[in-house]
């Protein structure tokens, strides 16, 4: 079915703007997903902040054409029927949804991106951006390591009072046992000393 040339202008248009607010795009093979598959990719996308497209790709390479960062970009890769999933918040999170559904649906293909520089990515590039932690998930092992540090001094500290505590109790007794002791050898001393002033 073709599609009039005002919608092409609208969805050039439309392309052109979500590819200029993008931090990275990335673009798979879908060609034997079944319709609920797809459903389920766009909703696994929606929760990640992603938007799916399902465009011909001549209307991605007119639209890339219009961005300055994507004037240069190498677009020989978009060829067949792709989809394309493109994150305006975080880098990595198309990346990270399309790896994660390509891993559980076989019938979902890698084939490259781009990033926001207008650099072109590859299949292998894609899928090492794809399976690293997310922002979130950064700052979450940074404080957990953190928090395990400070955890561990405060653990020390609180266990330290106790030693140091003991050690001042044991030197109290003992020097209480020496002390009557003392006072005894030093009491006969002083006894003559009064009796050589009577």
Do not use: W
Not at 156 to 169: F, G, R, S
Request: hydrophobic residues 45%.
């Amino acid at each position: 079915m073709a599609i009039s040339k005002d919608k092409k202008t609208t969805l050039v248009a439309e392309l052109t703007e979500l590819l200029n607010d993008s931090k990275m795009v990335v673009y798979a093979k879908y060609e034997g997903l079944t319709v609920a598959e797809l459903q389920e990719l766009r909703k696994l996308a929606r929760e990640s902040g992603i938007k799916i497209k399902v465009v011909k790709n001549r209307l991605v390479k007119v639209a890339m054409k219009e961005i300055a960062a994507y004037k240069d970009t190498d677009n020989s890769a978009l060829v067949g029927q792709l989809l394309y999933a493109v994150g305006s918040d975080e880098d990595f999170d198309a990346a990270k949804v399309l790896t994660k559904f390509a891993k559980t649906h076989a019938k979902m293909e890698l084939v490259g991106g781009f990033n926001a520089e207008g650099a072109a990515l590859s299949k292998e590039e894609v899928t090492t951006l794809g399976s690293l932690p997310t922002k979130n998930e950064l700052i979450a092992q940074v404080v957990d390591t953190l928090l395990s540090s400070i955890n561990g001094i405060v653990s020390a500290l609180e266990n330290k009072p106790e030693t140091v505590e003991a050690k001042p109790a044991e030197e109290a007794a003992s020097a209480a046992e020496a002390a009557p002791a003392e006072e005894t050898a030093e009491a006969p001393a002083e006894a003559p000393a009064e009796e050589a002033k009577a």
